[in-house]
């Protein structure tokens, strides 16, 4: 019956809307919640807006996500040891024979600097410590308990 | 035959997305040579080059799926457009801030998120005219009598869901997404899913609607099993985005549920095509030549992609893939392999339809070889991306260059051939769009007896 069908579809698609904003609201509050990660500080937040201003994801990336050119930074300050913020600023600051040196000033390179460290504080990736399932999953260490 | 003004609006917006997809294809090969030397075009920057060819690409695909929307409605399913006068500011909107977008990006300016580089601002104009996009879509076929087909449940879908993982996209602007890390990624990433899903509504659903056209099937877009195929693809546009957010932090759950959903989309899809060209009979296959090969084309990189996104969305092989080229082999088999085979197909119907008496309309040596050099480059591409990225996922050093130089070989593969991919595709583009121009402003009918082909 054409009516009929109109109305299951219309009640499929209804049911289908409602559990994606209740799904949603989920994601944005309780799934996402990391009550553990510090707060980012006012110089990295600083520096989270000149990564956007020099468009720094078209080659890098964080946790895996973003362009490929060059290496991902979610640990590139940890990587370095007690050194790293003074390399990651070396980098950020003269460039290297694949990166250009973008000209950022002082206050710039510190505040990404100070954004990285942010980042590399929020978790391990890859991740070091994880177990593989039998049924395909990955649990690892900086899963929210 | 001449289009009536009312229908011009379509295929104006399908010759912009032809044009966008020609320029951001010459860009994509740019940089693909920039990846390999970073000296290459140093004055255009590779956070230039990328964007550009970014979102020239997907502009592709809306514009010709917006386009064969305006064009169907009215033209094909004689259903009066809402208001021809919204669809052609939506046109002129698009077009000024399309050009906006790429001055930004050019002049370096930047300001947004991945795939959303420009500054935010710009993208008002593209969220009001979505809107006036959607009013005049659901009040045109509110005309359609009875159930609607499954094709205007995708549009309308595809609509809709648009509109909110755009905006979804932005909710970095606000200080709660931004300032926490996972959620920002999380979210960020679950729109982008979303939306790909949600264009995927746009582009499937045409994909349905030429397959019955051709086929003259009008049953299989109302069928149960379409209805039902839909839901499943709705449910996963939904649902299954968290597979590309698997190694960030997040609920466990999310990604179990993610992975148990994950991909079936692309199945669906294979299904519908697989059913509607094996009840074509041969007069029709051939009737409708170029239309035909491109659909085929879809199906066979349906299945092609459907293998590789069922492995990388299993976590235990995602924890190798992730962040690696593979994942851009799949982005490009998905958008070049199957979207944009079925929005060629799309635009080569339309012309048989228009141009019945054209025979280039219909098939074509050049359009044959443009389709061949472009898949075999394709197949090429996409095989030299899935090696690199094994390349890099299994790379066990600490050093990036030591890495980068070892799957050199196979950039070096990827770069090539996209030039000869851009080549196929120019050569398909520039018949495609001669013939939509030959619709548009009708030449004599001496002009348009052609050879053989």
Redesign the interface.
């Known amino acids: 019956m054409?009516?009929d069908?109109?109305i299951n579809?219309r009640l499929?698609?209804g049911t289908?809307f409602v559990?994606?904003i209740f799904?949603?609201a989920y994601?944005?509050t309780?799934?996402?919640?990391?009550a553990h990660?510090p707060?980012?500080s006012e110089e990295a937040?600083r520096g989270?807006h000149v990564f956007?201003?020099?468009?720094?994801?078209?080659?890098h990336?964080?946790?895996?996500?973003?362009?490929?050119?060059?290496?991902?930074l979610t640990n590139v300050i940890s990587?370095y040891g007690a050194a790293g913020e003074t390399v990651a600023a070396t980098f950020i600051a003269s460039g290297t024979?694949?990166?250009?040196n973008l000209g950022l000033d002082p206050t710039e390179v510190q505040d990404v600097v100070a954004y990285l460290s942010?980042?590399n504080q929020?978790?391990t990736?890859?991740?070091k410590n994880?177990e593989?399932t039998w049924y395909?999953?990955?649990?690892?260490e900086?899963?929210?308990q | 035959m001449i289009a009536r003004d009312r229908d011009l609006v379509g295929l104006n917006f399908i010759r912009l997305g032809m044009l966008s997809l020609g320029v951001g294809m010459f860009f994509g090969v740019i940089g693909g040579f920039q990846f390999l030397f970073p000296e290459f075009l140093r004055e255009l920057l590779f956070t230039k080059t990328r964007p550009i060819h970014v979102s020239m690409v997907v502009s592709w695909i809306f514009l010709v799926a917006i386009g064969g929307i305006y064009f169907y409605l009215p033209r094909q399913q004689k259903l009066k457009l809402w208001s021809p006068n919204a669809a052609r500011i939506h046109f002129w909107v698009f077009i000024v801030t399309g050009l906006a977008i790429l001055f930004s990006y050019l002049t370096g300016q930047f300001g947004g998120r991945e795939y959303f580089e420009f500054p935010a601002a710009l993208s008002i104009p593209i969220f009001l005219t979505w809107i006036l996009f959607g009013v005049n879509y659901f009040n045109t076929v509110r005309q359609q009598k009875g159930p609607w087909p499954v094709y205007y449940w995708m549009w309308g879908t595809g609509v809709v869901f648009f509109f909110i993982t755009f905006c979804e996209a932005y909710l970095w602007l606000i200080p709660y997404f931004r300032e926490s890390m996972v959620r920002e990624i999380i979210v960020q990433w679950k729109s982008y899913g979303a939306l790909t899903g949600s264009w995927n509504m746009l582009v499937y659903g045409t994909a349905i609607y030429v397959a019955t056209r051709i086929a003259g099937n009008q049953d299989a877009a109302r069928s149960k099993m379409a209805y039902s195929l839909y839901f499943l693809g709705l449910f996963n546009l939904i649902f299954g985005w968290a597979h590309h957010t698997y190694l960030v932090p997040s609920q466990t759950w999310i990604r179990l549920f993610a992975y148990a959903v994950s991909m079936t989309e692309l199945f669906i899809l294979g299904k519908i095509l697989w059913d509607w060209r094996s009840s074509l009979s041969e007069y029709q296959k051939n009737r409708h030549c170029n239309a035909y090969r491109f659909m085929f084309a879809a199906d066979i990189w349906v299945f092609i992609n459907l293998v590789l996104a069922l492995i990388i969305s299993v976590p235990a092989f995602n924890l190798i893939t992730h962040g690696t080229h593979i994942t851009v082999a799949h982005a490009m088999g998905s958008t070049i392999g199957i979207n944009s085979m079925i929005l060629l197909s799309s635009v080569f119907y339309i012309i048989r339809e228009e141009l019945p008496q054209n025979v280039h309309a219909s098939c074509s040596k050049q359009v044959m070889t443009g389709f061949w050099v472009a898949n075999i480059s394709l197949a090429v591409f996409f095989l030299a991306l899935v090696m690199a990225g094994l390349g890099r996922g299994l790379y066990d050093g600490a050093s990036f260059q030591e890495m980068a130089t070892q799957i050199r070989p196979f950039m070096m593969v990827f770069a090539v051939s996209g030039i000869t991919l851009m080549l196929g595709f120019w050569v398909v583009l520039w018949n495609a769009f001669r013939l939509i121009g030959e619709i548009i402003t009708p030449v004599s009918s001496e002009q348009t007896q052609p050879e053989l082909a």
């Open positions: 054409p009516g069908q109109r579809n499929v698609f289908l559990s994606f799904y949603s994601v944005y309780a799934g996402t919640e990391a990660l707060q980012m937040s989270q956007q201003k020099y468009n720094c994801v078209a080659c990336q964080f946790y895996g996500l973003g362009g490929y050119m060059g290496p991902d990587k024979a694949t990166m250009p942010f980042v929020t978790g990736y890859p991740p994880y593989v395909g999953t990955v649990r690892q900086d899963d929210p």
